[in-house]
T-cell receptor, first 115, second 110 residues
């Protein structure tokens, strides 16, 4: 079974530039998450999709971040314009619920450095 | 909002020693999950606990969920160098949002 795919794996941009990340979840997983992981900290949820609908985006800085999941499969996360503090690893995860238990599968992440 | 705290932040052990990390939530949890993240890697799901007082074992790893469903622990018996990494707990509270702790970074001296 293929895992969660993310691209690019690394990105270096200057502040005020724009950047976009792509995620392809595991086939059949209805729920998709975007997390931001700053060095030395745990993942912080940015947005959760159930199929193509947003379940939770309360921690998404909506003045600069946007995300979409067209057709309920792939998803993109965009930052426009980027700030220095956006430097982090952006993790995508998809999940499956079986027997009442949810298992989240994380992709390899995109490491973003904003200069 | 819901907060999840983990201690210790760092733990260094000699190979063969035991290791325990503790997780505490500011609110009652519906369930708690544990993940392991190797250096340079991504979090990998280990287990989910749902019931009050639940104990689950995976080989040398023992996971516990507190009676009040506000705390949890992960205990590794006889650590090996392959256990190196950061262990995160993640709790799901009333908002149903999964909140991660800051993790415990484990290093093992061979």
């Amino acid at each position: 079974e293929a895992g969660v795919a993310q691209s690019p794996r690394y990105k270096i941009i200057e502040k005020r530039q724009s950047v976009a990340f792509w995620c392809n979840p595991i086939s059949g997983h209805a729920t998709l998450y975007w997390y931001q992981q700053i060095l030395g900290q745990g993942p912080k949820l940015l947005i959760q999709f159930q199929n193509n609908g947003v379940v939770d985006d309360s921690q998404l800085p909506k003045d600069r971040f946007s995300a979409e999941r067209l057709k309920g499969v792939d998803s993109t996360l965009k930052i426009q314009p980027a700030k220095l503090e956006d430097s982090a690893v952006y993790l995508c995860a998809s999940s499956l619920v079986s027997g009442g238990l949810e298992t989240q599968y994380f992709g390899p992440g995109t490491r973003l450095l904003v200069l | 909002g819901q907060q999840v705290m983990q201690i210790p932040q760092y733990q260094h052990v000699q190979e063969g020693e035991d290791f325990t990390t503790y997780c505490n939530s500011s609110t009652t949890l519906s369930n708690i999950q544990w993940y392991k993240q190797r250096p340079g890697g991504h979090p990998v799901f280990l287990i989910q606990l749902v019931k009050s007082g639940e104990v689950k074992k995976q080989k040398r790893l023992t996971f516990q969920f507190g009676e009040a469903k506000k705390n949890s622990s992960l205990h590794i018996t006889a650590t090996q160098t392959t256990d190196v990494g950061t262990y995160f707990c993640a709790g799901r509270g009333g908002s149903e949002k999964l909140v991660f702790g800051k993790g415990t970074k484990l290093t093992v001296n061979p």
